[in-house]
């Protein structure tokens, strides 16, 4: 387990925002004039706390109880539960509670540590699902509610904001990369991660998951746009297979390109190579990617793009620079373990 307070992992390691390119198409509003504190009341049935228990070694190395507490909320009625993965991760025992106080232990069905995101499963009567909306839509300064649990606050708490910007990515060393993600000013503290973000409509547009600690009023939300697929996946399978390079690998920035003495501004930098079982070794560390089967690619969320649709054991035509010459090479694909 990686913190005191399931939350923290994402919600103070924020040192790195990647903006949308310029010409990004206007994000359309969907969302009308309502009457807010009747929404809240509606879709508070469905907002729950995650408190988990898990095992510390302390200082003299003796194992050491501890407990944690995030947000989530349901998004089937059968009793299916979306928070984020860090709020669950390396836990023991996890319980979900309830706006009415019915508290039941909790089951994982999966998680997506790519993304962040994992499924619960409770095994209640009576449950209201979120309804999901459509983050494409979302416009800068549309208002949007964030509803979580944080800092041990028994009872959820409510917090009102804008949509600040859009399609903002996090990267981070050892940390999942999250790409478009919605930034709001709606406050976010360490146990609102997992709860929604509500347009006015009461349909969810995004998961609340971190904050830029050294700043004020800088949140951040894995859109529902990004969530859809995976909650599906892991519902029906438990798991997303995605088909895989084999290696780590980080965005390129112009501030990266310079310090590195990159021959370009843009693209994805291998910094090792992990490999797939099954097929030969074809990239190497310190390849500079710019394109898969002629799809450009400008940084990690790019390639994770160019390679949807693709199975474990196809080949692609990735080109790169290596030893500041530009190359194509057959790559074939394993699947992320």
Do not use: C
């Not at 996090?170 to 993600?181: D, K, R, V, W, Y």
């Not at 780590?248 to 390109?257: D, G, K, W, Y």
């Not at 990159?262 to 930098?269: A, Q």
């Amino acid at each position: 387990m990686r913190t005191v307070v399931a939350g923290l992992l994402l919600l103070g390691v924020v040192t790195s925002v990647a903006v949308t390119p310029p010409g990004t198409p206007e994000a359309r509003s969907h969302t009308a004039r309502a009457d807010v504190p009747a929404m809240v009341t509606r879709v508070l049935p469905a907002v729950v706390s995650v408190t988990i228990r898990y095992v510390e070694v302390d200082e003299a190395d003796q194992p050491v109880q501890r407990r944690g507490i995030g947000s989530g909320f349901i998004v089937d009625r059968r009793g299916y539960v979306l928070t984020n993965n860090h709020v669950i991760d390396g836990a023991e025992e996890i319980r979900v509670r309830l706006t009415d106080e019915r508290s039941f232990p909790a089951a994982v069905v999966g998680v997506d540590r790519a993304t962040d995101l994992a499924v619960l499963k409770i095994e209640a009567d009576n449950l209201l699902a979120l309804p999901l909306g459509d983050s494409s839509r979302l416009a800068i300064a549309e208002p949007v509610v964030a509803i979580g649990s944080p800092l041990w606050i028994e009872a959820p708490t409510v917090t009102v904001g804008i949509v600040s910007g859009l399609g903002r990515t996090l990267e981070e060393p050892g940390l999942p990369s999250l790409h478009n993600l919605i930034q709001t000013d709606a406050a976010i503290n360490p146990g609102n991660s997992g709860g929604p973000l509500l347009n006015l409509a009461g349909q969810v547009v995004g998961i609340n998951t971190a904050v830029a600690p050294t700043a004020h009023g800088i949140g951040f939300a894995i859109g529902i746009d990004t969530a859809r697929p995976i909650i599906r996946a892991l519902i029906a399978s438990g798991r997303v297979v995605r088909p895989d390079l084999g290696v780590t690998a980080v965005s390129v920035t112009p501030l990266v390109a310079s310090m590195e003495e990159l021959p370009v501004e843009r693209g994805v930098l291998v910094r090792a190579v992990k490999g797939n079982a099954g097929h030969d070794i074809v990239l190497r560390g310190g390849d500079l990617i710019t394109a898969v089967d002629g799809r450009r690619v400008r940084d990690v969320h790019d390639l994770h793009e160019a390679l949807s649709g693709r199975r474990a054991g196809d080949t692609v035509r990735v080109t790169l620079w290596r030893e500041r010459r530009l190359v194509t090479l057959a790559v074939p694909l394993g699947s992320e373990p």
